[in-house]
């Protein structure tokens, strides 16, 4: 099954032989076998299970290390490793002096050197190869020697017209410049902006695509080399290309389903999941779900109604009661839920009515400035932020007040979505505010800020604990005369005596851990001025496309192309381990984490930690400090003067910190799966590779659950299923933060499926908008059509199927569950074709409105509920369609009909959509 399919393993599937490559992160290959003869091979997308791409020829190495052993069977004992090179392979030597000295540091670092080759040798090994060696310094030793004479170019400073005015200085002077741009974006800006300049001689300017970290002038080619962030004075970072785009999608809670997991059936409550069952009735056969509920009382459901079954989620870590079949107590507790959502549903619609009828700031079009900023940013966008920013952009531009919530995973951009509308805002002469819960998240949005907007004349400031009463005062004074352009505080920014001249935007950053008064005056401010509102939680799909209409919500789920995996390794509580990866860490300019969620002897397992890295800085954080020492803890930490926090789960949300790329949690047996998650989600924002260590305590057995959670934590990676199951719990908290803790209890009553619809329809019902109703085609046929555990095995994928065909609308979605299920099984028995076809005949009967399929003798009786429709559908059938009642018509089936396949050939024959051309009947909304 999915869960067990990750790299290193393969599948078989009858014909189909699945293979995940090692070497592959999110691609696999499909091999098509006819007998012992390869049909075809294919390259498929393991997320979606969509073909990539066929192939002719393909490569499979095995993970084993026996394997690589053979390889170097004919290799004697102690073999150098450049041996290994052909002799035409270029070696470049980066300064020989610290070559040596190095090598000679890692031998006297060895317990044993024995076995390893010293430095001499391994440099003796370079006169094989062709040698390139760079040093600082002339060399005697070699052939040839070419002596360049280098210089570091200075960072220039200031605005981008007076680094341009520096540019034509130095053109002017002979020299040629070689200018290296980040991204197209700021090559095409670049190019415009030089046009636009009288430079003297444009063709001693060169621009062109690439990466140089630092800048250098080689003096006798008269030749500067450098990069458009030292033109401009901006930090250098190193921009990744595009990885393949991974599509934001809703998270299908059913395709988590396990025997024994809690459903909710839609009709008659909560129940829990017992597996499959193929029922036959005659000539009928289909598979059931087997629900218990209260009492052990089991129900049937067949698949074709799979729609009415949902995974219960409920984001309460109290099991729900077992609905009782037959009672009232369901209906009740759907109809209190339902009454709940409305009054919320009303709130939120009179809260955007009256926005609505206010008169809001009309931003202006973006200006050069704007287009300056946005191409100084050094990395590539993520799709969901290219919406985010353009969707923020256009509400500004409005007349009405602003009022959007970006939602996204710590590291998933939101800053950058909000810096952009703060830059419009300053730049259209506004003031904006950044509003945070913590003086931590104060000072490092401050420097953020502070940092991408320094080329530009803007007044930054801070107004937190860490600034005297003085300071306070005068930037308070500064905000009333329209002196400073952006302000970042916590709460004191929404106290009454705060005045600004002209304020124009309000960033709240993770509004739900402010207080009820901050939460009421903001809700003030959001009639009066633009908010944007940040969320580090992010909510589910499907409560967003609920909230369509009412709430503007910007989801940012795709993770940023620079976002590296995090190495995962469960290993016993050992000193040893602990000191090599914390000096790993701290060797490359790193710091860690260590997580030890017990207050109580947190100080007395630092001490014990400091004893195995005495060389260490060493800070503590958790809630039971006050909050000054908390502060002064985390800022240290962020300063980078601190090496280690060991902290409690404290450090699960708000800090940003790229220099932290370990983290070790202690006892990790203790967690759930999303908690794992979000903590390892710390670390690996950052050009480095990093580490997260699951420590279980030596000798320790874990229970069968927690080495699961271990090691689905362990294995997936954040596109897998593991972290679809810690997004679902994430994403349910997201939906109490967004809703309140009111809902969070209605959630938890009916499972957060159903909330979702029930929220959905109330808004409709609001805005006067048809509901959505689920409606179904009953068809009732002697017919065997199902899935043979012989063609897909039992279990989620069976499950998975059914609900994608269940959720099929049209037809151009079923050809493509249809060849889907070609690629990934091979050619459908007759069996899977019947249901395919079956589905088929049900979305041609909701086109003519048809509800209700079966057989009475010689007729097929069509239960309809569009009298129009119905009568359209009778002229074109030849007399052979008699409408007896408001809701039946009887169809005459031609005596040549002998099997149930031909049956369903002339129930197509009748219901082809092809005589709907002139004729446009309001649609039914169906899900």
């Known amino acids: ?448 800020f502070t940092e991408r907007m320094a080329e530009y004349p803007f007044t930054i400031e801070v107004l937190s604990r860490f600034r005297t009463k003085s300071q306070q005062d005068k930037i308070l004074e500064k905000l009333k005369t329209g002196e400073v352009d952006l302000v970042v505080g916590t709460h004191r920014l929404v106290q009454s005596d705060i005045e600004f001249r002209d304020l124009g935007l309000l960033i709240i950053d993770e509004e739900q851990r402010f207080g009820v008064d901050a939460k009421e005056r903001l809700k003030k401010l959001r009639l009066e001025v633009d908010v944007l509102t940040l969320s580090a939680t992010p909510i589910p799909r499907t409560l967003h496309l609920s909230l369509i209409g009412v709430r503007d919500i910007s989801n940012l789920t795709t993770p940023p192309h620079n976002r590296q995996g995090v190495e995962t390794r469960i290993c016993r509580m050992d000193g040893e381990l602990i000191r090599s990866a914390i000096i790993r860490e701290l060797n490359r300019g790193g710091q860690v984490y260590f997580v030890h969620n017990k207050v109580y002897d947190i100080e007395t397992f630092a001490d014990q930690l400091q004893q195995i890295v005495p060389e260490a800085r060493i800070g503590i954080a958790h809630g039971q400090l006050t909050e000054h020492e908390l502060e002064e803890s985390m800022c240290a930490f962020v300063a980078g003067d601190i090496d280690i926090l060991v902290a409690t789960t404290i450090i699960e949300s708000g800090l940003d910190i790229p220099r932290a790329n370990t983290i070790f949690i202690h006892e990790a047996e203790r967690y759930g799966l999303s908690d794992l998650h979000q903590l390892r989600g710390r670390v690996g924002r950052d050009k480095y590779r990093a580490y997260c260590y699951l420590l279980v305590e030596p000798g320790k057995s874990l229970g069968t659950d927690a080495a699961k959670r271990l090691k689905a934590i362990e294995e997936f990676s954040e596109l897998g299923a593991g972290f679809r199951i810690a997004m679902r719990d994430l994403e349910i908290r997201g939906a109490g933060n967004i809703l309140g803790t009111e809902q969070s209890g209605h959630i938890a009553s009916v499972g957060y499926e159903l909330y979702c619809q029930l929220l959905e329809n109330a808004v409709r019902r609001l805005k006067k908008q048809p509901l959505r109703q689920l409606r179904h085609v009953a068809i009732d046929l002697p017919l065997a059509a199902h899935f043979p555990g012989s063609y897909v095995p039992p279990g989620r994928e069976k499950i998975e199927l059914y609900r994608k065909l269940s959720n099929v609308t049209n037809l151009e979605e079923l050809e493509k569950l249809l060849a889907e299920l070609r690629d990934r099984f091979g050619p459908p028995p007759i069996e899977s074709m019947r249901l395919m076809e079956l589905k088929r005949l049900q979305i041609m009967a909701q086109t003519w409105q048809v509800d209700d399929i079966h057989l009475e003798g010689e007729f097929a009786v069509l239960g309809y509920r569009n009298a129009r429709l119905m009568k359209r559908l009778a002229e074109s059938a030849d007399n052979r369609l008699r409408i007896v009642d408001h809701k039946s018509a009887y169809y005459v089936l031609k005596s040549a009909v002998t099997s149930a396949d031909d049956l369903l050939e002339e129930l197509k024959s009748l219901l082809q959509p092809d005589y709907l051309a002139t004729y446009n009947p309001a649609p039914s909304v169906t899900p």
């Open 1 to 448: 099954n999915d869960f067990d399919f990750h790299r290193g393993t393969f599948r078989v599937r009858g014909d189909v032989v699945e293979v995940f490559p090692a070497h592959e992160e999110d691609k696999a290959i499909r091999i098509e076998f006819f007998g012992d003869e390869v049909e075809s091979i294919r390259q498929f997308d393991v997320q979606t299970q969509q073909r990539i791409a066929e192939l002719k020829s393909t490569s499979i190495t095995l993970l084993a290390e026996e394997y690589w052993k053979g390889l170097f069977d004919g290799s004697r004992s102690g073999t150098h490793a450049l041996s290994m090179f052909d002799e035409k392979t270029w070696i470049v030597l980066q300064d020989m002096h610290d070559l040596q000295q190095e090598g000679r540091q890692y031998l006297a670092r060895l317990d044993d050197p024995r076995g390893f080759y010293g430095v001499e040798a391994v440099l003796a090994e370079t006169v094989k190869h062709p040698t390139v060696s760079l040093s600082a310094l002339p060399a005697s030793s070699y052939e040839t020697t070419c002596h360049l004479r280098v210089e570091s170019i200075e960072r220039m400073k200031g605005p981008s017209h007076e680094a341009v005015k520096e540019l034509s200085q130095i053109v002017q002077l002979d020299e040629t410049v070689v200018l290296a741009c980040h991204n197209e974006g700021e090559l095409e800006r670049l190019t415009e902006l030089f046009a636009e300049t009288d430079l003297p001689s444009t063709n001693r300017l060169q621009l062109c695509l690439g990466h140089v970290a630092h800048g250098f002038r080689l003096v006798e080619n008269r030749l500067i080399v450098l990069s458009d962030n030292e033109l401009f004075g901006r930090r250098d970072v190193r921009v990744t290309s595009p990885k393949q785009k991974v599509e934001s999608r809703a998270i299908d809670t059913f395709l988590e389903l396990q025997e024994g997991d809690l459903v909710v059936h839609m009709n008659h409550g909560i129940a829990r999941f017992r597996g499959m069952k193929l029922l036959e009735k005659g000539e009928q056969q289909e598979e059931h779900l087997i629900l218990e509920f209260l009492g052990q009382v089991q129900m049937y459901v067949p698949v074709s109604l799979i729609h009415l079954v949902q995974k219960y989620v409920g984001g309460s870590k109290m099991a729900p009661r077992l609905s009782k079949v037959g009672g009232s107590g369901w209906e009740k507790r759907k109809q209190q839920v339902a009454e709940a959502v409305v009054d919320l549903a009303s709130e939120m619609i009179q809260l955007q009515a009256e926005r609505e009828h206010k008169a809001g700031i009309t931003f202006p079009a973006d200006s050069h400035w704007q287009t300056e900023f946005e191409a100084s940013f050094p990395y590539t966008e993520t799709e969901d932020q290219v919406k985010a920013i353009a969707a923020s952009k256009q509400d500004m531009m409005r007349p009405q007040p602003m009022d959007r919530l970006i939602c996204g995973d710590v590291g998933f951009g939101k800053t950058e979505v909000a810096m952009r509308a703060a830059f419009k805002a300053i730049d259209a002469g506004k003031q904006v505010a950044i509003l945070v819960p913590t003086t931590v998240l104060a000072e490092q949005h401050y420097r953020t």
